[in-house]
């Protein structure tokens, strides 16, 4: 062997290993936000087109033109039936009839 494998020798190539992952991990991290950026704005242009469509439509068929996506949806609230007392009939009752 070129040289002895103790205990520096091992925590150095620990270190150098570390450091080479972290500069990959960066490397592909920063590639992955570009990505994303790219697609986000991709979506945003097609969006806005869409809506640019969506009312020239509008304005040509004389419709009021289109809200943005974040209307506003009305929940109807649902009413709470109403609340009957059964008659119930026990044994006690079954066995004690007038007479």
């Known amino acids: 062997m070129l ?3 103790d205990r ?3 925590i150095i190539t620990a270190v150098v290993i570390c450091v080479v992952a ?3 991990l960066y490397r592909e991290l920063k590639k992955s936000r570009e990505e994303i950026d790219q697609v ?3 979506i945003e242009r097609e969006v806005e087109e869409s809506q640019a469509y969506m009312n020239a439509a509008a304005a040509s068929s004389m419709m009021p033109p289109l809200e943005t996506p974040a209307q506003k949806i009305e929940v109807m609230e649902e009413e709470e039936p109403s609340m ?5 009939i026990t044994r006690s009752s079954e ?3 007038p007479q």
């Not at 009957?84 to 119930?88: A, G, H, I, M, Y």
Request: positive net charge; proline residues 5%.
């Open 95 to 97: 066995m004690i009839q």
């Open 84 to 88: 009957v007392p059964e008659k119930r």
């Open 3 to 5: 040289f002895g494998l």
């Open 40 to 42: 986000k704005s991709f």
């Open 8 to 10: 520096d020798t091992a």
């Open 22 to 24: 972290t500069a990959y």
